[in-house]
């Protein structure tokens, strides 16, 4: 493991610190606990030395590295978020690193069922020879984004302690709840005061992503009728079996999350719940192509009133709400946004890779809020799952590419107007 970062000791720590998140939640962020993790970063910000560091009372977490060279440049924003997925546990997370890994699969301690093969994983065959961070079988690792987390603070740490590193005014951004769909909900740009960014929420070495899907939320509601169930004949519509009706009509060969792939959209039901008068069912509807999220939204409306046809009496509702858009439609007008981390990636030694998100990121919004925000590899890999893994080089190769972005970026010639 090369000396000239301690990333790995630095993700071993924050891992340990819970940040689920939870969707239910009202409040944000949706757990209190993703402040501890905010309250720790905001103090080794100001240990670290630098400047306007915030922690506001949403749990973003603010940080200024001043520009050291002499021309007006614009300000690049860094953003990870602190988050983990309530898909899996993220409680007492026990971090172990498996140095100078060979190949071999890897038995994770406190269930020896889980068990990393590159069979079923085969980036770890890209992998050997490296230092390999994984969990110990009965949580998530929490490398989605705490490994984009400690990439940036050590960055802050790298470029503090070797200011002969030419760069421009640099503002780093941790954010709450961004596995929620809520990570940007409070932010106030202002505050931010950036012109463009990056995340760090990327997977495999190399990679930097410019486009995402587009993304609504559907809540449908079924509403059926009451009766006695010893004397319902002829009189009662159970909301439960609407529901349940409406489900069994989705599509399964198309536009489902397990028949798609590439830029592929789907539909997708994330919940269930309710009673004999009313259930309830919650869907997510993505596609990378903007417009077609209005058909897919017809489509849930058509199979709905095909439910209710064949239960007179009964009814539906179904409300679309927008969650983000793709940052393509936004970064094409900025191409050098995504081409100066391409270049970065090529100084530090990498072979640097455009690819699709089938999902989204912080960047997302942030794009359309104003700040052009493609995102960055961090190596994390098996990501919302006990099996979640990093590679210590490719975070080590990530605070490389950051370096060499910042001089790019130094180079920049800037007019604001």
């Given at each position: ?109 406190d269930d020896p069922t889980q068990v990393l093969s590159p069979t079923q994983h085969p980036y ?294």
């Amino acid at each position: 493991m090369s000396n000239k970062y301690t990333v790995a000791e630095r993700f071993m720590r924050y891992v340990q610190i819970d940040t689920t998140a939870d969707p239910t939640s009202k409040s944000f962020p949706s757990t209190a606990k993703q402040r501890d993790l905010a309250e720790l970063l905001y103090n080794e910000l100001i240990g670290l030395g630098l400047q306007d560091v915030l922690l506001d009372e949403w749990s973003y977490v603010f940080a200024t590295i001043p520009s050291n060279v002499q021309q007006h440049l614009p300000t690049i924003c860094f953003c990870s978020h602190m988050d983990t997925a309530p898909d899996c546990s993220g409680t007492n997370v026990k971090p172990i690193l498996h140095r100078n890994y060979q190949g071999q699969d890897i038995s994770l301690p406190d269930d020896p069922t889980q068990v990393l093969s590159p069979t079923q994983h085969p980036y770890l065959l890209k992998k050997i020879g490296d230092d390999i961070i994984t969990a110990s079988g009965l949580t998530l690792l929490g490398a989605d984004d705490k490994a984009g987390v400690a990439i940036i603070m050590e960055l802050a740490a790298f470029l503090q302690a070797n200011p002969q590193i030419p760069h421009g005014p640099i503002r780093i951004l941790f954010t709450p709840d961004e596995e929620v769909g809520r990570g940007v909900e409070h932010l106030d740009m202002q505050k931010l005061n950036a012109d463009f960014g990056y995340t760090l929420d990327g997977g495999p070495l190399g990679d930097i992503e410019d486009e995402t899907f587009s993304a609504d939320a559907a809540t449908l509601k079924f509403y059926g009728v009451s009766a006695h169930p010893g004397y319902a004949k002829g009189k009662m519509i159970n909301a439960i079996k609407l529901a349940a009706a409406f489900i069994s009509k989705l599509p399964s060969t198309h536009l489902s999350p397990e028949s798609t792939k590439g830029r592929e959209g789907f539909v997708h039901p994330t919940a269930i719940d309710g009673g004999l008068e009313q259930a309830t069912v919650q869907l997510i509807i993505r596609d990378h192509d903007t417009q077609l999220l209005a058909e897919y939204a017809q489509l849930l409306n058509q199979i709905a009133q095909e439910v209710v046809d064949h239960h007179p009496g009964s009814s539906f509702e179904l409300q679309i709400h927008e969650q983000y858009r793709n940052m393509k439609e936004i970064l094409v007008d900025y191409p050098f946004v995504s081409d100066y981390a391409e270049q970065a990636m090529l100084k530090a030694g990498l072979t640097p890779q455009r690819n699709i998100i089938r999902g989204g990121t912080d960047g997302s919004r942030l794009s359309f809020m104003g700040l052009p925000c493609p995102n960055i590899f961090t190596g994390e890999m098996a990501i919302h799952s006990k099996l979640e893994y990093v590679s210590v080089q490719d975070m080590e190769k990530a605070i490389d590419t950051l370096v060499e972005l910042v001089q790019i970026w130094e180079k920049h010639e800037w007019n604001q107007a």
